[in-house]
């Protein structure tokens, strides 16, 4: 403040900056600098280099080739497990985020009631997602295993002679993976965001509903539902990009088999840069996948425009 | 008001009711049937919920405690025959484990400060200055949290390669130095903006720098964000599982993640079956994070809430 006249002297260019503009760009960018060393470093520079690579032959231990769009050709017309990972990626994000999502919804509004003993319940549900990964896909693959697994146990018990061979079976892999993630994530963050929704639901919307004569399920259906749309909208987004990029379960518990049946698009792609060393074809694969995600995104945004009701607008 | 059915009170009971959906305001004893069978069903899904979540928990104990060959038998054993504790020594002893977690601690410390300093200067210029191209700045800062990380990770990998940063948490830690991740910037800064500015521009007057300021005034109060921001840091870090995997090659150098992956098929002297042992690792691994939870319940809580809310 002090040298605000002396600044005022030292304008350049046509426009004039205020001192205070002129303090507020310094300090706004001193205190921006690591983030944007690491923006630069560690995001842009390596998306362009990646860019630049997608359009090479590059196997880490000679220099890259330059070899125009054909990665990109290639992985339509070349590449046998290019369409069948992508397909499989879209079954498993089909099947998986609608479970997820209204799973989790579900068991928010079972725990949003005055019960007795509801904060044990709560804590419950939470605990699984609190199990790291790693930990989670080898305790299934140890409960799930077909000859001494305890749920084929459990099903020989209820009288099914022939259970599912589970991570073993490359039809039954997928729903195995399914319920590893299930079991993690359905009491953790998105349940807790659907508890903090319905907590924001106005208690004067329930009343009028009930004096017109709603039961419990209508009060659900026309109150609750309508007004938890921006979390189920916010939940599936999040959910979708995140489906879409599976593969550290996959890669845990199978590494992409039986028979290839969890070979993933992101494990294709790990498995083209990491263990091919095809550095340059990988890139290729990457960024389409960036931009498939990207356009899957912007889709769900323009029709939550019509399917989102925000309260107040 | 004085025409509410006594059912209503607080917070709606959102239980599925089996019998009559129409109901008359005022016959309570209607209501209260109604109540008593929502009730039981309430509390029916919620212990199917209960059993689907606490089976495969109590699992890991009871079988972490079995021999191999109780483990392994047609008709499986509920608790062990007699508890194995030897089986938690044998981690440790077959496979360096306790190192493995030493190594995963010391990443989670190495990150905490720098995610709770870089990422809090973030927030703050976010929150605070009005800086020539501020709103690009966010767009790009928000749009890096829907690009994948396969894509990053790729040219990132061989950046570090060329660096000669492989083998070492350089490639782990840096990041958190740098910023930390998109979405705990945003989180600071929806936090810090519900401080009143009041109470910078009294720091002002008293001569105080901005710096001061972040560092006196605002970090104080910030306790809560900052807290929220190490824990989530701490998992993000625990369980990550791709990054140590490719940048760490020295078996004493894994992570817990690792370590617990590799235990799976890595040789050993024993070669008999080894769940009852994994099962052991994922107890143990999962130890350190139930007694955070323990400690720091409400911030777990107010974390997600906070970040989930506002995007």
Same mark, same amino acid.
């Given at each position: 403040?002090?040298?605000?006249?002396?600044?005022?002297?030292?304008?350049?260019?046509?426009?004039?900056?205020? &001192?205070?503009?002129?303090?507020? =760009?310094?300090?706004?960018?001193?205190?921006?600098?690591?983030?944007?060393?690491?923006?630069?470093?560690?995001?842009?520079?390596?998306?362009?280099?990646?860019?630049?690579?997608?359009?090479?032959?590059?196997?880490?231990?000679?220099?890259?080739?330059?070899?125009?769009?054909?990665?990109?050709?290639? @992985?339509?017309?070349?590449? *046998?497990?290019?369409?069948?990972?992508?397909?499989?990626?879209?079954?498993?994000?089909?099947?998986?985020?609608?479970?997820? !999502?209204?799973?989790? @919804?579900?068991?928010?509004?079972?725990?949003?009631?005055?019960?007795?003993?509801?904060?044990?319940?709560?804590?419950?549900?939470? @605990?699984?997602?609190?199990?790291?990964?790693?930990?989670?896909?080898?305790?299934?693959?140890?409960?799930?295993?077909?000859?001494?697994?305890?749920?084929?146990?459990?099903?020989?018990?209820?009288?099914?002679?022939?259970?599912?061979?589970? %991570?073993?079976?490359?039809?039954?892999?997928?729903?195995?993976?399914?319920?590893?993630?299930?079991?993690?994530?359905?009491?953790?963050?998105?349940?807790?965001? %659907?508890?903090?929704?319905?907590?924001?639901?106005?208690?004067?919307?329930?009343?009028?509903?009930?004096?017109?004569?709603?039961?419990?399920?209508?009060?659900?259906?026309?109150?609750?539902?309508?007004?938890?749309?921006?979390?189920? %909208?916010?939940?599936?987004?999040?959910?979708?990009?995140?489906?879409?990029?599976?593969?550290?379960?996959?890669?845990?518990?199978?590494?992409?088999?039986?028979?290839?049946?969890?070979?993933?698009?992101? #494990?294709?792609?790990?498995?083209?840069?990491?263990?091919?060393?095809?550095?340059?074809?990988?890139?290729? +694969?990457?960024?389409?996948?960036?931009?498939?995600?990207?356009? #899957?995104?912007?889709?769900?945004?323009?029709?939550?425009?019509?399917?989102?009701?925000?309260?107040?607008? | 008001?004085?025409?509410?059915?006594?059912?209503? &009170?607080?917070?709606?009971?959102?239980?599925?009711?089996?019998?009559?959906?129409?109901?008359?305001?005022?016959?309570?004893?209607?209501?209260?049937?109604?109540?008593?069978?929502?009730?039981?069903?309430?509390?029916? +899904?919620?212990?199917?919920?209960? #059993?689907?979540?606490?089976? &495969?928990?109590?699992?890991?104990?009871?079988?972490?405690?079995?021999?191999?060959?109780?483990?392994?038998?047609?008709?499986?054993? %509920?608790?062990?025959?007699?508890?194995?504790?030897?089986?938690?020594?044998?981690?440790?002893?077959?496979?360096?484990?306790?190192?493995?977690?030493?190594?995963? +601690?010391?990443? !989670?410390?190495?990150?905490?400060?720098?995610?709770?300093?870089?990422?809090?200067?973030?927030?703050?210029?976010?929150?605070?200055?009005?800086?020539?191209?501020?709103?690009?700045?966010?767009?790009?800062?928000?749009?890096?949290?829907?690009?994948?990380?396969?894509?990053?990770?790729?040219?990132?990998?061989?950046?570090?390669?060329?660096?000669?940063?492989?083998?070492? $948490?350089?490639?782990?830690?840096?990041?958190?130095?740098?910023?930390?991740?998109?979405?705990?910037?945003?989180?600071?800064?929806?936090?810090?903006?519900?401080? &009143?500015?009041? +109470?910078?521009?009294?720091?002002?007057?008293?001569?105080? =720098?901005?710096?001061?300021?972040?560092?006196?005034?605002?970090?104080?109060?910030?306790?809560?964000?900052?807290?929220?921001?190490?824990?989530?840091?701490?998992?993000?870090?625990?369980?990550?599982?791709?990054?140590?995997?490719?940048?760490?090659?020295?078996?004493?150098?894994?992570?817990?993640?690792?370590?617990?992956?590799?235990?799976?098929?890595?040789?050993?002297?024993?070669? *008999?079956?080894? *769940?009852?042992?994994?099962?052991?690792?994922?107890?143990?691994?999962?130890?350190?994070?139930?007694?955070?939870?323990?400690?720091?319940?409400? $911030?777990?809580?107010?974390?997600?809430?906070?970040?989930?809310?506002?995007?």
């Amino acid at each position: 403040m002090a040298n605000a006249t002396t600044s005022l002297k030292v304008v350049s260019g046509r426009r004039r900056m205020s &001192p205070a503009q002129r303090r507020q =760009n310094l300090y706004g960018y001193l205190f921006l600098t690591p983030w944007l060393i690491g923006f630069f470093g560690l995001f842009i520079g390596p998306g362009l280099y990646s860019f630049y690579l997608s359009f090479t032959k590059y196997d880490v231990i000679s220099a890259p080739i330059f070899v125009a769009t054909r990665n990109y050709v290639d @992985m339509f017309t070349k590449d *046998d497990l290019f369409w069948s990972s992508l397909a499989r990626t879209g079954y498993y994000a089909i099947v998986s985020v609608p479970l997820s !999502v209204f799973g989790s @919804m579900f068991l928010a509004i079972l725990l949003n009631s005055k019960l007795r003993g509801i904060t044990i319940f709560r804590t419950l549900f939470f @605990m699984p997602s609190l199990v790291p990964l790693v930990a989670s896909v080898i305790l299934f693959k140890i409960l799930l295993n077909s000859d001494f697994g305890l749920v084929n146990a459990g099903l020989r018990g209820l009288g099914i002679q022939d259970p599912p061979g589970w %991570f073993a079976d490359s039809r039954w892999s997928i729903p195995s993976l399914i319920l590893v993630r299930l079991w993690g994530s359905l009491g953790g963050t998105q349940m807790i965001i %659907f508890l903090a929704g319905l907590q924001g639901i106005p208690t004067e919307l329930y009343d009028a509903a009930s004096i017109d004569g709603a039961g419990a399920w209508q009060r659900t259906r026309h109150v609750t539902i309508p007004l938890l749309t921006p979390t189920i %909208f916010f939940n599936t987004v999040l959910g979708v990009i995140g489906a879409l990029q599976t593969f550290a379960a996959a890669f845990i518990a199978t590494e992409g088999g039986p028979n290839f049946s969890t070979w993933f698009f992101a #494990l294709h792609i790990w498995k083209q840069a990491f263990d091919y060393f095809n550095m340059g074809y990988a890139a290729a +694969l990457a960024w389409f996948f960036a931009l498939v995600i990207v356009a #899957l995104t912007l889709v769900q945004m323009r029709l939550s425009r019509r399917m989102v009701f925000y309260m107040g607008e | 008001m004085a025409m509410m059915p006594p059912s209503t &009170p607080g917070t709606p009971t959102v239980a599925v009711a089996p019998q009559a959906i129409i109901i008359e305001p005022g016959s309570t004893s209607s209501i209260r049937q109604r109540r008593t069978g929502g009730k039981i069903l309430s509390y029916a +899904l919620l212990t199917f919920a209960g #059993l689907f979540f606490a089976i &495969p928990l109590l699992w890991t104990i009871s079988s972490s405690l079995q021999t191999w060959q109780e483990l392994r038998s047609y008709v499986p054993h %509920f608790l062990p025959e007699m508890p194995q504790w030897n089986n938690y020594i044998q981690v440790f002893t077959l496979v360096p484990f306790a190192r493995w977690m030493l190594n995963s +601690l010391t990443i !989670v410390l190495i990150n905490i400060p720098g995610t709770i300093l870089t990422a809090t200067l973030t927030a703050y210029a976010f929150a605070r200055f009005n800086f020539v191209g501020k709103n690009v700045w966010f767009v790009l800062l928000l749009s890096t949290m829907m690009i994948p990380a396969i894509v990053t990770f790729i040219p990132q990998y061989l950046l570090f390669f060329n660096l000669k940063f492989i083998d070492t $948490y350089i490639p782990l830690t840096i990041g958190s130095w740098l910023g930390g991740s998109a979405f705990m910037v945003f989180l600071l800064r929806q936090f810090i903006m519900t401080i &009143p500015r009041e +109470l910078d521009e009294a720091a002002i007057v008293d001569g105080a =720098n901005p710096l001061r300021i972040l560092f006196s005034v605002i970090m104080p109060l910030m306790k809560p964000a900052l807290i929220t921001v190490a824990i989530l840091q701490f998992l993000a870090d625990w369980n990550d599982f791709f990054g140590p995997f490719i940048y760490i090659n020295t078996m004493l150098k894994y992570t817990a993640a690792v370590g617990l992956r590799t235990f799976q098929t890595m040789a050993l002297e024993i070669t *008999d079956p080894r *769940d009852h042992l994994l099962m052991a690792g994922a107890a143990i691994m999962t130890i350190p994070v139930l007694i955070l939870f323990a400690v720091a319940q409400r $911030y777990f809580v107010s974390g997600v809430v906070m970040s989930g809310l506002k995007l």
